[in-house]
């Protein structure tokens, strides 16, 4: 089926919506003719996306916390309709050396990148598969689940785990008799256009600073020749209405699969490129 068949209608929620990838997921949805929920902790981000859609509501919501995410899938529902596409977008970065990341800022991407995910799954998914209609989840892990990045370790550790965690989903929904209509997805971007090196957490004054520094510097680089959100979300939705269960955005993503599955199968440790 055509991403168009596959996708136009219904509603769609996406965390972490102001911005990046979120905020391109969110206007591709929109152009396919999905109701789209806006949901994010930068009202001001998401409550001008919504002006620029039109066909939308924005919710303001920390993933962080069950109560808000479950108040958003109880309002979503009530007010607005049955969820078709649930997209766990909502994500963090961390720079510098494990040993000098703060506790806070470890906590943070905690409960933003993995438990976030969870509460998205947790609030949503009762309701999703109370009937036989066709409905999507999207989690959102990154090629960083399939590398070894020193002076990342937290974000690194978080979307290996939420790659694991949608893996398990999958099955959880297979087993429990609902796989033939709820479709669990992994999407893995790439380099995508974004504001989440600038917002990402440091060291403290304790710390290697200028480490950390160096890699939010290292990652700006890259960032200058990242793709941009809206063709990285037509992408996904292509993908997706193929049935495919990783979603990527690049070829460099496939590639960084194909490698991950090499050093494994040979057991090499990790090594400094």
Not at 69 to 74: E, N, T, Y
Request: glycine share 8%; with cysteine; net charge negative.
């Amino acid at each position: 089926m055509s991403v168009h068949d596959t996708f136009s209608g219904g509603v769609a929620v996406i965390t972490g919506a102001g911005a990046g990838i979120g905020a391109g997921l969110a206007r591709y949805a929109s152009r396919l003719g999905m109701t789209v929920v806006l949901a994010d902790i930068d009202a001001d981000a998401i409550a001008a996306l919504r002006a620029e859609l039109g066909a939308a509501v924005d919710v303001v919501c920390d993933v962080r916390d069950p109560d808000a995410v479950q108040d958003l899938a109880d309002r979503t529902y009530r007010d607005v309709g049955p969820v078709r596409l649930l997209v766990n977008n909502a994500g963090v970065e961390q720079f510098g050396y494990l040993w000098d990341t703060p506790i806070t800022n470890w906590q943070r991407v905690i409960d933003v990148n993995i438990s976030g995910v969870y509460h998205g799954i947790r609030a949503f998914l009762p309701k999703m598969m109370a009937t036989d209609a066709p409905a999507w989840v999207w989690n959102l892990s990154s090629v960083g689940a399939v590398v070894a990045i020193p002076l990342q370790a937290p974000y690194i550790m978080s979307k290996h785990a939420v790659l694991a965690m949608t893996e398990c989903l999958r099955l959880d929904v297979e087993t429990a008799g609902h796989g033939s209509h709820l479709h669990v997805q992994a999407v893995l971007p790439g380099a995508v256009v974004s504001n989440i090196f600038e917002s990402a957490g440091g060291v403290d004054f304790s710390g290697d600073a200028a480490s950390a520094e160096g890699q939010r510097a290292a990652m700006l680089d890259i960032k200058a020749a990242a793709m941009d959100p809206l063709t990285a979300a037509q992408t996904l939705f292509e993908q997706a209405a193929q049935g495919r269960f990783y979603l990527v955005t690049q070829d460099s993503v496939t590639s960084a699969m194909r490698q991950r599955a090499e050093v494994l199968a040979a057991q090499r440790p990790p090594a400094l490129k």
